[in-house]
């Protein structure tokens, strides 16, 4: 939504303020010892001889507890750093990376996994792709003192090896949940674990579910709740990790979550310009937006904003008769390049929320809503390179990765839909002076006129969800923060699983907003694909226009999703409720709500 970028963006601006580097006290020495984990992300060739990267890198403390930090190392020979994040960084080959105050203090045995950096690299020779294995810097030093214990990418050893000796693994036993449990979808899985450590302590013991950690605890007795889990069968185990990193994993499990019939979401898939379930029934998309994954991560408000998402939370959903909720993310925050939370922890809280509304026959629609690459053109929301604003195009360096990760989780449910990218714009980058060029960019990416960064095309993106196998129905936006269509079918991205539909979004301050410009452009697309108006709204608190749009998709078969589920009061429009429970907000959540329930998906 065009119409939200500047409130989003002034409060990113606010919360990356109050999260900036402050001036430094002196470091306390650690007075023993440290590993640091220096774990490659992602890399990239520009030519043949050079390219870029980014990586984290985890500090464990092996000595006594410090509040301040300063770590040196040598970058491997070739490579440079450029950028850095949740440090103060100096040098481009000899580092130095100062603690940025919040994230200062590290307790024996802890690791501050929060630091990363970007950097280019070269080569002498030609190659077709970045160096493998990636080479590792030297000489890491933890205020001053050597870090014996340094690992590399991929992965830290079992166990780490210090000037004391071998440390030796833990011990954990997993007593809860047993083998060939059963549960109820949606489930509340209690874990529950023993550990020790004869050499040491136990810093904490990890839930898995494959190799996805669902929760940690770091005191005995052990345990952790996972709630809302849908129908499936689970392979879950624990994890323990003593003071100095090293690690012991039961042996999995396997657990079974059954559904109740006719209450899991169903699995959808492109039949002409509909779509329809396994049966081949008509179904429509048909609910919310649930906002906050996109901006509260990088705006210090956790993962939710407000509230974390629950079952009492859906069942309100489900009172006004939603069976579609599109979930808006932000892919630094996936990826673990920015953000707090990010990583594993964030992308653990979207399968959840994912799997809870499959769960209560509501159909997901994940969505890369802000994204990374530095845009100062024309509507440029912030100047940050940094996920912390709606920027007009995906980035080719991070977004094919987003969605190969994207894809991989959710392939084989095809309950969840994906929703490429919110709101292209490439046409007011280019100043609306090349239509066809905008959407060739949209279709295409690389270099487009008025960006910085290079661009990843949709058709990039659709390859780069069909190469995990996963064949969830696509929606693929327009231009013009996708109100536009007019040229969508002639440059639809090929998809070999055909289950592509166009994403329309439509609010009243809009270009097309009568019912002639429906017929005209949308009505031309729908008569093809399948159309999903992936948000719908207006600023004016009232109802008047959604109920315009929402006669003229009912009757043309289009389904729409209102703009938000979220309590942040109806001033500035496009809010529906007060509060989690769902009380409509007047008049516009009271409009939405009592046409939602005269319909049937």
Partial sequence: MNHRKALLASLAAGALVVAGFAAMSPASAATTGCSV?????????????SGGFTTTVAITNLGDPIS?????????????????????????????????????????????????????????????????????????????????????????????????????????????PTAGQTFTAPATVNFAATASDADGSVARVDFLNGSTVVGSDTTSPYAYTWTGVAAGTYSVSAR???????????????????????????????????????????????????????????????????????????????????????????EDCWLGTFGTPSGSTYQTAVKAYADLLVANGITPIVEMHWNHGAYTGTSSACADVNATCQKPMPDAQYAPTFWTQLATMFKGNNAVVF???????????????????????????????????????????????????????????????????????AYKPTDPAGNIVASWHSYNFNACVTTSCWDSQ????????????????????????????????DAHGVSYLAWTWNPWGCSSGNVLITDYTGTPTATFGEGFKAHLLTQNP
């Fill in 419 to 489: 929703d490429l990218f919110n709101e292209p714009y490439p046409d007011a980058a280019n100043n609306w002076s090349d239509a066809a060029a905008a959407w060739k960019c949209l279709r295409d990416g690389g270099t487009c006129t008025g960006f910085s960064y290079q661009v990843a095309g949709m058709q990039t993106l659709v390859n780069a969800v069909r190469a995990t196998g996963a064949t969830n129905i696509i929606m693929v936006a327009g231009l013009t923060w996708t109100n536009d269509l007019t040229q969508w079918l």
């Fill in 37 to 49: 984990t220096y774990q490659n992300l992602n890399a990239w060739q520009s030519t043949p001889t």
């Fill in 68 to 176: 301040h930090w300063t770590l040196t190392f040598t970058m491997p020979t070739g490579h440079t750093r450029t950028s850095g994040w949740n440090a103060t960084f100096t040098g481009t080959t000899s580092v130095t990376a100062t603690d940025a105050g919040w994230n200062g203090s590290i307790g024996t045995g802890q690791t501050n996994a929060s630091v990363g950096l970007q950097g280019d690299w070269t080569r002498t020779t030609s190659g077709t792709t970045p160096p493998n294995p990636f080479p590792q810097p030297t000489n890491f030093a933890l205020n001053g003192v050597a870090c014996t214990g340094s690992t590399g990418s991929p992965s830290p050893s079992p166990s780490t090896s210090t000037s004391s000796g071998t440390n030796q693994s833990p011990t954990v036993s997993l007593t809860s």
């Fill in 240 to 330: 323990a990790v003593d003071n100095l990193g090293a690690t012991k994993t039961t042996t999995p499990i396997s657990i079974t979550v059954t559904g109740t019939s006719g209450t899991a979401a169903p699995a959808l898939h492109v039949s002409g310009n509909k779509i329809v379930t396994a049966s081949g029934a008509t179904y429509r998309l048909l609910g919310v937006n649930r906002s906050s994954a996109e901006f509260a991560c990088v705006q210090g408000k956790g993962m939710w904003d407000s509230a974390q998402p629950d079952q009492a939370s859906v069942d309100a959903m489900k009172a006004w008769n939603i069976h579609a909720v599109r979930i808006p993310l932000n």
């Fill in 522 to 553: 949308i009505g031309t697309v729908a008569a093809q694909v399948p159309v999903v108006a992936g948000e719908i709204g207006q600023n004016t608190c009232a109802h008047d226009y959604i109920d315009q749009v929402m006669a003229w998709a």
